[in-house]
């Protein structure tokens, strides 16, 4: 049931292996990776298009699998979020992206954070005061992140998710909706929601040079966003045609395998030292 895809990832067929013994020993093999260390921090990161400069950095968890290999987050989020194992996979990417952040401040490099939360997340009350002891045991202020929500996660239990978000956001962590475009009553939420940054998905913005509808598109939501007074970003970046699109567009930040492609969390300062717009 599981095939290699071209980039050297194994894709298991969900049809194939939703029976319950086989989600069991997933469930099972998630745990021990905690503890067997097979999770793998990486981050790509996000580029202010008008200066080229480096501000940010997007954490992407991969799991190293010791027969499978490489394991990427579409083949095992979706599952974690349904049995609810996300909670202890967004502790732990939270845990390494602190340490990250430390580890950049001893070499004088300051950037933001992005974590990805799901909608699991969202729902655990005790959220804020689990980010807020681990900010304090790191000695991080919580302006250091931004956590990244997609609709679909808000959609679920608007109003459990807007008191969660707004505590978040009380305490100063920064807010930005994910994959935007891409879900439901998109508008609604950035009137309610205390956020941040819209996230344009990238969708859109893959082939927007040849495709005006994209573009009508990614042209319309950078103007929304500045609108409502939000920082935009351009996730998908591929070409340098691209870039410059998006750049005279007005959007403020972007991110891309054209800037570069998520990398092992180490390897982020020697990028960061090399970069050269
Ligand atoms: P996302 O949050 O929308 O993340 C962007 C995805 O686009 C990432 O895929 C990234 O590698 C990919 N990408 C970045 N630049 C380009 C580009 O120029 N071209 C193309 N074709 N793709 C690009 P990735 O790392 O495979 O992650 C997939 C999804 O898995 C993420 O989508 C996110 O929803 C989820 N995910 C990843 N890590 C985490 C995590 O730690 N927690 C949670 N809750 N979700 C995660
Ligand atoms: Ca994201
Ligand atoms: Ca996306
Ligand atoms: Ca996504």
């Not at 394991?71 to 732990?92: H, K, M, N, S, Y």
């Not at 954070?113 to 900010?135: C, G, H, W, Y």
């Not at 891409?182 to 996230?199: C, F, Q």
């Amino acid at each position: 049931t599981a095939k290699q895809r071209n980039d050297g990832a194994v894709v298991y067929d969900a049809a194939i292996d939703k029976s319950s013994e086989q989600s069991l020993s997933l469930l099972t093999e998630l745990r021990n990776a905690v503890e067997r260390n097979e999770f793998r921090l990486f981050v790509q990161p996000k580029i202010m298009l008008g200066s080229g400069k480096a501000v940010g950095a997007e954490a992407l968890v991969r799991w190293v699998h010791p027969e499978r290999g490489n394991v990427f987050p579409d083949q095992f989020i979706p599952f974690a979020e349904q049995t609810g194992f996300i909670r202890v996979l967004t502790r732990w990417v939270m845990e390494q992206s602190a340490v990250l952040c430390r580890q950049l401040a001893a070499q004088d490099i300051k950037l933001k954070i992005s974590v990805n939360l799901s909608t699991r997340d969202l729902m655990d009350q005790d959220l804020p005061v689990k980010f807020a002891e681990l900010l304090a045991r790191h000695e991080l202020e919580p302006s250091a992140f931004c956590l990244e929500i997609t609709e679909s996660a808000i959609m679920d239990d608007p109003v459990r998710a807007q008191n969660t978000l707004e505590r978040l956001h009380g305490m100063g962590m920064e807010l930005s909706i994910d994959d935007f475009g891409t879900g439901y009553s998109s508008l609604a939420y950035l009137k309610r929601l205390p956020v941040d940054e819209l996230k344009i998905d990238k969708s859109f913005v893959l082939n927007m040079e040849n495709d005006i509808g994209d573009s009508k598109i990614v042209r319309s939501t950078i103007d929304l966003g500045h609108n409502m007074g939000l920082r935009v970003v351009a996730e998908g970046i591929e070409s340098e045609a691209v870039w410059r699109l998006l750049a005279r567009m007005g959007c403020d930040q972007g991110q891309g395998y054209f800037m570069s492609r998520p990398m092992p969390a180490e390897q982020l300062a020697g990028w960061l030292e090399k970069w050269q717009p």
